[in-house]
Each structure stands twice: as C-alpha cells, then as structure tokens.
C-alpha cells in the first residue's frame, strides 16, 4: 500500500493559519488524497480530500503538488477545536469498488491560545 | 454530513463472555462498512470489511472466528467478540462508506470503548 508521511506533531497559535504537510512520494494515479482528524476518545472526523486539483470545503483547504507526491492540509484558522491528531491517507480500490484506509500515526496538532 | 452511530459507547465485561457492538448508518445507506480497533497511543487498525449480503473481509492477523461480522442489511453491521480477554480490551471504531455522495468518503462512528476483566 502507498504511505504517508507526516510530522509527529506540530503548534499554531489560536487563530493563525496551519500547514500541515504529507509526504506520498509513492502515489498511484488512481489513489485518492484523504484528510481526517481525531479528537481524543471519539472516532475520526472527515476532513476533505482530492485527487489532482486543489480543493475547499467549510473545513479546510487542500493543496497538491503538481505530481502529487505531497499535499497540504491548511487550516485557515485555528482555533481550540482544532487541536487533534491529523492522519493523511491514501486510499485505493480494495474489492467491491470499496475502498480502504489505512491510517499511519499522523500528525497531533496542539493549538496554543 | 452523513451520520453513523455505535451501540454500547462503553462495555465491560468478564472474560469469556461475548460482546456485541452495533454500527448503524443514521442517514444514508451503507453497502460497504469498516470495522477498526485502536490501541491507546497509537493508530487505527483496520480489522475487517464488511460488504452487506456476503462474508466480510478480515485483515491478515484478525481472526475471524473470535470477531465475528454480520452485515445483514443497509444501515447495520454488527461485530462481535467471542469469548473475551484483557487484550480484547481496546478501542473499536466502525466506518461505512456513503455511496450516495458520489464521494469516496468513510464515516465513522464515535467508538465503543471495551474493557475486559
């Protein structure tokens, strides 16, 4: 399976912006580009994802590279709610259409206020 | 956004007794869910597929025997824990897959924390 790479942890202060970056130099062209984050003690939420073109949603924005071998998640402003761990995913086809995830350790934000 | 649920939040038991945890897709329809297990600390793991109407799909290393997986409509898949220990205690997170977006995106539940005694 395609993997990920993603910085153990990283800080922002409240209402600054966050880059939190992903590393998947061994992209396929047909895998798809997922965000999402945990809170403590729930189960995770989805964030946003994408194949080739940038995308926005009411989270996030999501910025990849042209060849696709790394993206970024970024928060345009941070608040206290932000602060989670963030897992970049790759998924691909696994039977059936359906398609898999396989979290790696991600990236746990701590958002300082 | 599309809503699943689990049922208990929170079980404990004795070993050897069996624990059932339900998944149930609130708004949506779901032919495919996930069945996760998280270990403190550490990451999600994925444990089995479960495709509505047919066997589901164990990860290399799950057995299949011990976490047993119905998936007998839509909107419910059920797994179960047969014959409990302490080191079934852990974390157990389902996902369904909304086919109705026209996204490829999973929702997951908010977890049913098991402890064994």
């Known amino acids: 399976d395609a993997k990920t790479t993603q910085p153990n942890s990283m800080e922002s202060n409240e209402e600054e912006p966050v880059h939190l970056p992903c590393n998947h130099s061994t992209i396929s062209g047909t895998d798809y580009i997922h965000w999402y984050r945990q809170l403590p003690s729930q189960g995770p939420e989805y964030v946003i994802h994408?194949?080739?073109s940038n995308v926005n949603n009411r989270m996030a924005s999501l910025a990849i590279a042209e060849d696709r071998k790394s993206s970024t998640l970024i928060l345009h402003r941070a608040t206290l709610r932000d602060a989670a761990v963030y897992y970049c995913i790759l998924s691909r086809a696994a039977g059936a259409g359906s398609y898999q995830l396989t979290f790696g350790k991600g990236t746990k934000l701590s958002v300082i206020p | 956004g599309a809503v699943v649920s689990q049922h208990p939040s929170w079980v404990i038991c004795k070993s050897g007794t069996s624990v059932k945890i339900e998944c149930r897709s609130l708004d949506f329809q779901a032919t495919t869910m996930f069945w996760y297990r998280q270990f403190p600390k550490q990451s999600l793991m994925l444990m089995a597929t479960s495709n509505e109407g047919s066997k589901a799909t164990y990860e290399q290393g799950v057995e299949k025997d011990k976490f047993l997986i119905n998936h007998a409509s839509l909107t419910l898949s059920t797994l179960t824990v047969t014959s409990a220990h302490p080191e079934d205690s852990s974390f157990y997170i389902c996902?369904?897959?909304?086919?109705?977006?026209?996204?490829?995106?999973?929702?997951f539940g908010p977890g049913t924390r098991l402890l064994v005694l």
């Open positions: 994408g194949l080739t």
């Open positions: 996902s369904a897959r909304d086919l109705s977006s026209g996204q490829e995106t999973q929702y």
